[in-house]
């Protein structure tokens, strides 16, 4: 499974999304001026990452259930 290409790009998007998700919630906590500078900023980048993310998996299932 870790040798297809694909299937690393997903748990890389799935990161990305864990990690922009964990950033943001964070600020929320901390406070400051980098959660009034960049909270909505960052659940943007989360919406675009997790779409992407989305299509990737969707695109490793299609293939992964016609090589079956």
Sequence with gaps: MFHDP????VV???LLVAGILITG?????????FHAKN???LMRYRIYAQF???ILVLIW???RR???
């Design 61 to 63: 299932v299609y293939f």
């Design 39 to 41: 909270a909505n900023r």
């Design 52 to 54: 992407v993310a989305i």
């Design 12 to 14: 890389i998007a799935v």
């Design 66 to 68: 016609g090589l079956h």
């Design 6 to 9: 694909l299937f690393i790009l």
């Design 25 to 33: 919630i964070g600020s929320f906590g901390v406070s400051g001026k």
